[in-house]
């Protein structure tokens, strides 16, 4: 199985910061790789699927890139409204399909 | 409208069954494959299951394997997941979610959870 682990686990930014959260996979996933935002209570949502392909209706502050076992989030403006928990995920492998363990992002 | 809506979650003794449901609408059902992942308390994702888009290909995860069966029903716009000798560590909320496009197994729509708590 191919593990997926990201870091932080948790950061805190203010508004108007520029976060990177990375993912590390275990081995070589190809570019096979999605994110996810999840607002407390709530559903996760599409945010980035294929490393960097920015999902509709998704903000532009959101971009992705990296290759080979090592990816990164970033969000280049904080915004009050990016409050939640980040996750990716590889779709490389299946099964099983396999998560990061997330990043809860805080606004300070 | 694209949506996802379980039903089916509730209180369940260990080692008893449950079965959920997850209909759709707004979208070409029977041209997808489906998911279901679960999130325990306080917890991250955890993938489940996967049915191809025809229903003859099933995926599990091993922690399911063997106890849950995904399902589905093309002609109702419906899969379902059963789940039998449910344990404590089944507890979560479980979502359906759907494939972005046919093969590619990332999520582009949830359903909005449905609770399973496995307790005597």
């Known amino acids: 199985d191919i593990q997926m682990i990201q870091s932080p686990s948790s950061l805190s930014a203010s508004v108007g910061d520029r976060v990177t959260i990375t993912c590390r996979a275990s081995q070589d996933i190809s570019n096979s790789l999605a994110w996810y935002q999840q607002k407390p209570g709530k559903a996760p949502k599409l945010l980035l699927y294929g490393t960097s392909r920015l999902q509709g209706g998704v903000p532009s502050r959101f971009s992705g890139s990296g290759s080979g076992t090592e990816y990164t989030l970033t969000i280049s403006s904080l915004q009050p409204e990016d409050l939640a928990t980040y996750y990716c995920?590889?779709?490389?492998?299946?099964?099983?399909?396999?998560f990061g363990g997330g990043t809860k992002v805080e606004i300070k | 409208q694209v949506q996802l809506v379980e039903s089916g979650g509730g209180v369940v003794q260990p080692g008893r069954s449950l079965r959920l449901s997850c209909a759709a609408s707004?979208?070409?059902?029977?041209?997808?494959?489906l998911h279901w992942v679960r999130q325990a308390p306080g917890k991250g994702l955890e993938w489940v299951a996967l049915i191809s888009y025809n229903g003859r290909t099933e995926y599990y995860a091993d922690s399911v394997k063997g106890r849950f069966t995904i399902s589905r029903d093309n002609s109702k716009n419906t899969f379902y997941l059963q789940m039998n000798s449910l344990r404590a560590d089944d507890t979560a909320v479980y979502y359906c979610?759907?494939?972005?496009?046919?093969?590619?197994?990332?999520?582009?729509?949830w359903g909005q959870g449905t609770m399973v708590t496995v307790s005597s």
């Open positions: 707004g979208f070409t059902f029977s041209t997808y494959g």
């Open positions: 979610a759907k494939d972005l496009v046919r093969g590619l197994y990332a999520f582009d729509i």
């Open positions: 995920q590889q779709y490389h492998s299946t099964p099983p399909l396999t």
